[in-house]
């Protein structure tokens, strides 16, 4: 199970750290992603540890600079760092593990199996 938080109302420019905390399976090994969707937008990748706790971090496109991931594998929870924010970060942010994805998948929704219930981020202007 992955539990979500950390959301919230934040003024552009600002900064708001997620939480994702699993439970109930061990995380070692999996790749940890973090994706977002806005209404009416696809699920779009923003953040991913491949074979955490040993892995590289990937990026989407629109936040590297800007977000950071981490994690501390002795809480078995992952961190998204959001900073500088912008309006066009708003979004219900998802984080999502999958035991078996290949490098090549990780920005891909749909080859996740288990996904936490989102948290809601808004950017006002």
């Known amino acids: 199970q992955l539990q979500a938080s950390g959301g919230g109302l934040v003024q552009a420019g600002g900064s708001l750290r997620l939480s994702c905390a699993a439970s109930g399976r061990s995380t070692r090994m999996s790749t940890i992603a973090w994706f977002r969707q806005a209404p009416g937008k696809e699920r779009e990748f923003v953040a991913g540890i491949f074979r955490w706790p040993t892995g590289r971090t990937y990026y989407g496109d629109s936040v590297k600079g800007r977000f950071t991931m981490s994690g501390d594998n002795a809480q078995n929870t992952v961190y998204l760092q959001m900073n500088s924010l912008k309006p066009e970060d708003t979004a219900v942010y998802y984080c999502?593990?999958?035991?078996?994805?290949?490098?090549?998948?990780?920005?891909?929704?749909?080859?996740?199996?288990?996904w936490g219930q989102g948290t809601q981020v808004t950017v006002s202007s």
């Open positions: 999502a593990l999958d035991g078996r994805l290949i490098l090549s998948s990780i920005r891909q929704a749909g080859q996740y199996d288990h």
